[in-house]
């Protein structure tokens, strides 16, 4: 990774789940489990179906919400308060991350697949409130989500985001075509490197990947 690829960037737009903390931490496993019950109460399913369809719909729609909103017409704030009504203990403060977040020059926002106030509670966990400028969550792309361009589009003109000032990280690699298209520059937070043309850069350590341009 060149740091010049950056100096022009202004606007830092980052994922929250799984991006902004460890996958090991496991937060997203209470999700899950949250994500099936309400599948099984709005299908009729057993569970095993149910998690069987809740995979399905994130694979096709891009998150479970969507598939259920089109299929099973779901009211999208009921079902984001009940998936998101979990224990956070899972999550520990990393100032080290905040101050390396903070230090990037311009603004600073996060968007999430997730609600806006399920992400804050994650960042005050995190200790990274103090480093961002705004929270976006689905429910400011009118519930299309990632990968779907428009809902990029929706979220950057609220925030006056300029593409091509901006760079995104994001630990689904699917989620940064569109970025891509737009003219982000991508980075993708995983153990592993997706290879896509659509991801310019990888790490497997956010804080180690900030640190060089900062």
Known sequence: MSKSAFDHVRHWVFDLDNTLYP?????????????????????????????R???????????????????????????LDEVHDISFDA????????SLIAGLPGRRIVYSNGSAPYAARVL??????????????????????????????????????APMQAAMFEDDARNLAAPHQMGLQTVHVAAEPDGAPHVHHHTDDLAAFLARLT
């Open 53 to 79: 369809l809740r995979r399905r719909y994130w694979a096709e729609h891009g998150t479970t919400l969507a598939g259920l909103m089109r299929h099973h017409d779901v009211d999208p704030d009921a079902y």
């Open 124 to 161: 005050e966990a995190r200790g990274l409130s103090a480093a961002f400028d705004a929270i976006y969550g689905v429910e400011h792309a009118g519930y299309t989500p990632k990968p779907e361009r428009a809902a990029f589009e929706a979220v950057f003109a609220r925030d006056g985001l």
């Open 91 to 98: 999550l520990s403060p990393d100032p080290h991350l905040a």
């Open 23 to 51: 996958p090991a931490m496991r937060l997203f496993d209470q999700i899950e489990a949250k994500m099936t019950a309400f599948v099984m109460r709005a299908t009729g399913h057993g569970r095993d179906e149910a998690d």
